[in-house]
Nanobody
């Protein structure tokens, strides 16, 4: 089992920045690829970004490319999502998740956090 706890969400004006953190405990964190997803009210949960076990490979959705950056610190068992130039359409609950390999498919993720809310006002 891997337990994941997100933090860092909040309210921000458009153009602002937030950094989300996801702390992992349980089985060896470095064994897993990590991902961030988001879910807006009334919408499906969608892929945001993923990173491999070493941090050497990362991939982001087109909607956030150039604005959001995923990274990880295996010594701290933590994965981050740096979000810059935030837009109102980024408003959602953000979830981190762990998978065997990097993937954009939510069904491939084995463990999920409880989520942290991000609200971007115009």
């Amino acid at each position: 089992q891997v337990q994941l706890v997100e933090s860092g969400g909040g309210s921000v004006q458009a153009g602002g920045s937030l950094r989300l953190s996801c702390a992992a405990s349980g089985r060896t964190f470095r064994n897993y690829a990590m991902g961030w997803f988001r879910q807006a009210p009334g919408k499906e949960r969608e892929f945001v970004a993923t990173i491999n076990w070493s941090g050497g490979m990362a991939y982001s959705a087109d909607s956030v490319k150039g604005r959001f950056t995923i990274s990880r610190d295996n010594a701290q068992n933590t994965v981050y999502l740096q979000m810059n130039s935030l837009k109102p359409e980024d408003t959602a609950d953000y979830y981190c998740a762990a998978a065997v390999t990097t993937t954009t498919k939510k069904n491939d993720y084995l463990y999920w956090g409880q989520g942290t809310q991000v609200t971007v006002s115009s």
